[in-house]
């Protein structure tokens, strides 16, 4: 992965989500200005039903052409 900070994020809970319920989690890069990246993740039940969203911009940290590398290499992001 790769670290970043964290400068705005929202999440939306769309409905309630009971205890012991297993959520997947999905999240693609939507914009990219770098040093800045938007990012959109959504959380599923096992039965598919969206139970919580989210947006995120988050500032990449350290060398670009290091970051584009390691992303076009396969990296995953990390936030702090």
């Given at each position: 992965g790769y670290a970043g900070v964290t400068v705005r994020f929202e999440l939306r809970y769309?409905?309630?989500i009971p205890v012991g319920e297993t959520i997947?989690?999905?999240a693609k890069v939507v914009k990219?200005?770098?040093p800045i990246m938007d990012l959109e993740a959504k959380g599923?039940?096992?039965s598919g039903?969206?139970?919580v969203e989210?947006?995120?911009r988050f500032m990449?940290?350290?060398s670009y052409e290091e970051f584009i590398n390691q992303l076009q290499e396969g990296?995953?992001?990390i936030h702090e």
């Open positions: 769309r409905s309630a997947n989690f999905e990219q200005r770098l599923v039940t096992s039903k969206v139970v989210a947006t995120g990449i940290k350290g990296a995953t992001l």
